[in-house]
């Protein structure tokens, strides 16, 4: 067992924090993708980041560091995946293909041998109806949802490693896990970046200085803050919980759309959310 009962709801808690926050994100970087690239989206979020966590370096242990490579190297391509997919297409459909790792999580934990109890399975299946009830545009399928279904494989696997970082025989902080994930990024998007837009260097800041708020709000509140707490919470909650709470994202997503940038919402969206809501609820039903 991961942690106690105390320690697993304080766990869920805050995922459903990182989920409302990470929800928010969607329509804000659709917004500033008609000004920046996917390589520069996370260069810039996760720079900021990086220096809200630096404090944290000393004491960084070997095992934090192993880890946190790998799995920061896990998030950079889902994220890229995922930025270039929701810059060729809505933020509601970017949401929804990204959401389908609901289902995703289970079945892959399910052939790494683990037995998943009935409100697990049904919640999940509730989860992935009401994210189909979500995906209420009736444009046909493009690469972008294409990209975005792959970055949803890889966050799946993301979601586990953390699982298995948490059964570690090393106690491994959060808060260093979220410093070095984010150092990776800041590292891989540089690279990339350098190899495919050298030109585009110089004006990267001026550009960035129009955003800035934007920016801000990207790079400090949901990287830096909601990558540590994702660890945190995730170190106390089973991967496949975990998948079915981050499950509502695209509702907290599609909410912010229709806020933030005047996308709407039909009856079989609402509908849609309220699935998600009760497979989130059943998930949680202790299984006789």
């Known amino acids: 067992m991961l942690a ?8 869920l808690a805050a ?8 929800g928010t994100t969607f329509p804000v970087m659709k917004q500033i993708s008609a000004q920046f690239g996917a390589l520069e989206i996370i260069l810039l979020r996760f720079a900021i980041a990086s220096l809200v966590l630096l404090p944290l370096l000393r004491g960084l242990s070997w095992a934090e560091l192993r880890w946190g490579l790998a799995i920061g190297s896990v998030l950079f391509c889902a994220f890229y995946l995922q930025v270039s997919g929701l810059a060729q297409t809505s933020s509601n459909r970017n949401a929804f293909v990204t959401g389908l790792n609901v289902l995703i999580v289970p079945l892959l934990a399910y052939f790494l041998g683990q037995r998943l109890a009935w409100p697990l399975l049904l919640g999940a299946a509730l989860g992935v109806l009401g994210l189909g009830g979500l995906f ?6 493009s690469r972008g949802d294409s990209l975005t279904l792959l970055s949803a494989f890889v966050y799946a696997v993301y979601v586990l490693m953390f699982e298995f970082s948490a059964r570690a025989k090393t106690a491994l902080r959060p808060a260093r896990i979220a410093l070095v994930q984010s150092g990776v990024m800041v590292l891989l998007a540089s690279l990339g970046f350098s190899t495919l837009e050298p030109a585009s260097w110089g004006d990267l800041w001026s550009r960035s200085q129009n955003h ?9 509140l ?3 803050v909601m990558v540590w707490l994702q660890a945190w919470g995730q170190h106390r909650v089973r991967a496949v919980e975990a998948a079915i709470v981050y499950g509502l994202e695209p509702v907290f997503a599609a909410l912010t759309a229709v806020w933030w940038i ?7 969206a609402l509908l849609g959310g309220a699935l998600i809501v009760s497979g989130v609820v059943i998930s949680q039903i202790k299984a006789a």
């Open 4 to 11: 106690g009962v105390r320690a697993r709801r304080l766990g």
């Open 15 to 22: 995922l459903l924090l990182v989920t409302l926050v990470w």
């Open 136 to 141: 209420y545009e009736q444009a046909p399928w």
């Open 212 to 220: 800035g708020w934007v920016l801000l709000y990207l790079g400090v």
């Open 222 to 224: 949901a990287s830096a």
């Open 262 to 268: 005047n996308e709407t919402m039909s009856g079989r």
